[in-house]
């Protein structure tokens, strides 16, 4: 499938052709209803002959949590065609599906999106209003001139705090201290003032406070270090408020063979890992070795950075970092391994810096002369790779609140927040090998040993071994040990009578091989268990064992003289 930015009609239209080309191998269901009447879709693949996809490990992917970020969707639906169509072609994806699921909401915030998509509107997610019940006086951005385009003003100003730069003209830099004698300029989003209130005569920038009317964010709504709006915007009322993340949180809960996730973001060229509350020494050293190992490795296949969201987004001025976000919650709450992959650098593509690859905290000490020096390359870029549609040069207009204006700037949507559409394929195939990989690291359990030892007349003990073949243990992290109540089981059955040992028998959870940073023996990797039965010789019994993160594996054998 050609990867593009693809309507809510025409991503439902796509899943369904998919779903009639390969029925042995996808499912679509319905993951819940959003506050306009849309539905969710979640997709399944694996290949489902020898075991349910609820009976296998199983990776998660979600995107376009926030409503612009198309290329996250875009990225979902091309790696759902690409395990389709590569399936009995490509090892990687071959194993992937044979032996474990995969399961990708390819769209949560489908209103926003569609909003995004169809009208001028920056929203974060939910297009309802919020924060407020009914929008109040103040400054909101919107197409003031009708080109289809929200982009920036500049008005002309004696107090004003950005002058043009003087090698790039549509570049604004901000006015040095002392600086006079030139011609200077507010800049702001292109917009209207809404007017509530009853006064005289006042100046319009009176009433310009900034608003937004759509302010949700779903990435803020999880049950994690949740934080209300005066100390986290766009967190919402109350945890999973939003009927789509409810949806969403219940379906996840009710599928407890998932054993990593990924949520996909745009933008800055980054797979962020746990943790978000401090530097790495607050994790486990076993789990931060596994979230470490993933990260680099997501990194060497994709060409983007890594790190924790501590070390890309702290600027130390936070007293929470980011409450109430979904990888947060699955790591935190849930024990799984899970990353946030924020898709399309387009920083890194001009050669201009960017947070990806420094953090946040060395961003914000740029100086005003790297920070023109970096928008220059951007525009510069943006003349080069999307001629015609990436620049818009500042144009005066008659503003209806603030009279002569000049309205221009990047092209918010397909530059900066998404890459132009002739690149999105590139930014799509980068990030599916992860994907894959992500997926192949969930724990896999194998029987590696099972023997049956006649111990007197119809009498026989029954050995087996089981062993994790997977990079993550069984619990998916060290974490999810103690934040689980599922442990490993070994079940016999057939027709017999068990004289020693129990069915179902359970225990401690396994290692992966991500585990092993040291020469060790693989003990903690397996684990034995012993039946002694009655049974008529050379009857069949079988040997199962099961977590719900590392699947269901069976084994046969005969009672043997």
Same mark, same amino acid.
């Given at each position: 499938?050609?990867?593009?930015?693809?309507?809510?009609?025409?991503?439902?239209?796509?899943?369904?052709?998919?779903?009639?080309?390969?029925?042995?191998?996808?499912?679509?269901?319905?993951?819940?209803?959003?506050?306009?009447?849309?539905?969710?879709?979640?997709?399944?693949?694996?290949?489902?002959?020898?075991?349910?996809?609820?009976?296998?490990?199983?990776?998660?992917?979600?995107?376009?949590?926030?409503?612009?970020?198309?290329?996250?969707?875009?990225?979902?639906?091309?790696?759902?065609?690409?395990?389709?169509?590569?399936?009995?072609?490509?090892?990687?994806?071959?194993?992937?599906?044979?032996?474990?699921?995969?399961?990708?909401?390819?769209?949560?915030?489908?209103?926003?999106?569609?909003?995004?998509?169809?009208?001028?509107?920056?929203?974060?997610?939910?297009?309802?209003?919020?924060?407020?019940?009914?929008?109040?006086?103040?400054?909101?951005?919107?197409?003031?001139?009708?080109?289809?385009?929200?982009?920036?003003?500049?008005?002309?100003?004696?107090?004003?705090?950005?002058?043009?730069?003087?090698?790039?003209?549509?570049? &604004?830099?901000?006015?040095?201290? /002392?600086?006079?004698? %030139?011609?200077?300029?507010?800049? *702001?989003?292109? =917009? !209207?003032?809404?007017?509530?209130?009853?006064?005289?005569?006042?100046?319009?920038?009176?009433?310009?406070?900034?608003?937004?009317?759509?302010?949700?964010?779903?990435?803020?709504?999880?049950?994690?270090?949740?934080?209300?709006?005066?100390?986290?915007?766009?967190?919402?009322?109350?945890?999973?408020?939003?009927?789509?993340?409810?949806?969403?949180?219940?379906?996840?809960?009710?599928?407890?063979?998932?054993?990593?996730?990924?949520?996909?973001?745009?933008?800055?060229?980054?797979?962020?890992?746990?943790?978000?509350?401090?530097?790495?020494?607050?994790?486990?050293?076993?789990?931060?070795?596994?979230?470490?190992?993933?990260?680099? &490795?997501?990194?060497?296949?994709? /060409?983007?950075?890594? %790190?924790?969201?501590?070390?890309? *987004?702290?600027? =130390? !001025?936070?007293?929470?970092?980011?409450?109430?976000?979904?990888?947060?919650?699955?790591?935190?709450?849930?024990?799984?391994?899970?990353?946030?992959?924020?898709?399309?650098?387009?920083?890194?593509?001009?050669?201009?810096?960017?947070?990806?690859?420094?953090?946040?905290?060395?961003?914000?000490?740029?100086?005003?002369?790297?920070?023109?020096?970096?928008?220059?390359?951007?525009?510069?870029?943006?003349?080069?790779?999307?001629?015609?549609?990436?620049?818009?040069?500042?144009?005066?207009?008659?503003?209806?609140?603030?009279?002569?204006?000049?309205?221009?700037?990047?092209?918010?949507?397909?530059?900066?927040?998404?890459?132009?559409?002739?690149?999105?394929?590139?930014?799509?195939?980068?990030?599916?090998?992860?994907?894959?990989?992500?997926?192949?690291?969930?724990?896999?359990?194998?029987?590696?040993?099972?023997?049956?030892?006649?111990?007197?007349?119809?009498?026989?003990?029954?050995?087996?071994?089981?062993?994790?073949?997977?990079?993550?243990?069984?619990?998916?992290?060290?974490?999810?040990?103690?934040?689980?109540?599922?442990?490993?089981?070994?079940?016999?059955?057939?027709?017999?009578?068990?004289?020693?040992?129990?069915?179902?028998?359970?225990?401690?959870?396994?290692?992966?091989?991500?585990?092993?940073?040291?020469?060790?023996?693989?003990?903690?990797?397996?684990?034995?268990?012993?039946?002694?039965?009655?049974?008529?010789?050379?009857?069949?019994?079988?040997?199962?064992?099961?977590?719900?993160?590392?699947?269901?594996?069976?084994?046969?054998?005969?009672?043997?003289?």
């Amino acid at each position: 499938m050609k990867a593009r930015y693809l309507g809510f009609e025409d991503m439902w239209r796509e899943l369904r052709a998919l779903l009639r080309q390969y029925p042995s191998l996808m499912r679509v269901e319905v993951l819940g209803t959003s506050r306009e009447g849309r539905e969710i879709p979640v997709v399944t693949l694996t290949q489902s002959e020898r075991f349910s996809a609820e009976e296998k490990s199983a990776v998660l992917v979600d995107a376009n949590i926030h409503a612009g970020e198309l290329t996250g969707s875009s990225a979902a639906m091309y790696w759902i065609a690409q395990c389709l169509e590569a399936y009995g072609t490509d090892p990687e994806v071959t194993a992937l599906l044979d032996d474990h699921t995969v399961y990708v909401v390819p769209r949560l915030a489908v209103d926003g999106a569609e909003a995004y998509l169809t009208t001028p509107a920056w929203l974060r997610s939910s297009p309802h209003t919020y924060p407020y019940s009914e929008s109040p006086e103040g400054f909101y951005p919107d197409d003031v001139n009708g080109d289809g385009v929200i982009l920036h003003m500049r008005i002309q100003a004696e107090d004003g705090a950005f002058v043009p730069d003087e090698i790039d003209p549509r570049v &604004m830099r901000h006015r040095r201290p /002392g600086e006079i004698g %030139g011609i200077y300029y507010h800049v *702001f989003p292109e =917009g !209207r003032i809404r007017r509530k209130s009853r006064s005289g005569n006042l100046p319009p920038f009176a009433r310009a406070y900034n608003r937004a009317q759509s302010g949700m964010d779903f990435n803020r709504n999880f049950p994690i270090r949740w934080a209300n709006e005066s100390v986290q915007e766009g967190a919402g009322p109350f945890p999973l408020s939003e009927p789509e993340l409810r949806s969403f949180a219940q379906w996840i809960i009710a599928h407890p063979n998932i054993a990593s996730y990924a949520a996909l973001h745009t933008s800055g060229g980054v797979i962020l890992r746990q943790p978000s509350t401090g530097d790495d020494a607050v994790l486990s050293p076993f789990d931060r070795h596994l979230f470490t190992r993933v990260a680099e &490795m997501g990194a060497e296949v994709s /060409g983007y950075f890594a %790190g924790s969201n501590f070390d890309k *987004f702290a600027t =130390g !001025r936070e007293d929470v970092l980011m409450p109430g976000a979904a990888d947060d919650w699955m790591y935190d709450h849930l024990g799984i391994l899970g990353f946030t992959v924020e898709l399309w650098d387009l920083a890194h593509r001009a050669g201009a810096r960017g947070y990806g690859e420094l953090g946040m905290r060395r961003m914000i000490h740029r100086t005003p002369e790297e920070r023109v020096e970096d928008e220059r390359k951007i525009y510069a870029w943006a003349d080069r790779e999307a001629a015609g549609i990436g620049v818009f040069p500042w144009a005066p207009f008659h503003h209806p609140d603030f009279g002569p204006v000049e309205i221009g700037g990047l092209h918010p949507k397909y530059v900066i927040q998404n890459p132009p559409l002739h690149l999105l394929e590139e930014e799509c195939a980068r990030i599916a090998p992860f994907l894959t990989r992500l997926g192949l690291a969930a724990p896999k359990l194998f029987i590696s040993y099972l023997h049956v030892t006649k111990e007197a007349d119809h009498v026989y003990r029954i050995a087996a071994e089981v062993a994790n073949g997977g990079f993550l243990p069984t619990s998916s992290t060290e974490k999810g040990k103690s934040l689980t109540l599922d442990r490993l089981t070994a079940t016999l059955s057939g027709n017999i009578e068990i004289l020693g040992g129990n069915s179902l028998q359970a225990m401690d959870h396994l290692d992966g091989y991500g585990g092993r940073d040291t020469w060790a023996t693989p003990i903690r990797q397996r684990t034995t268990v012993e039946w002694v039965v009655r049974g008529i010789p050379h009857e069949e019994i079988t040997v199962s064992f099961y977590a719900p993160r590392a699947g269901r594996v069976s084994q046969s054998i005969r009672l043997s003289e």
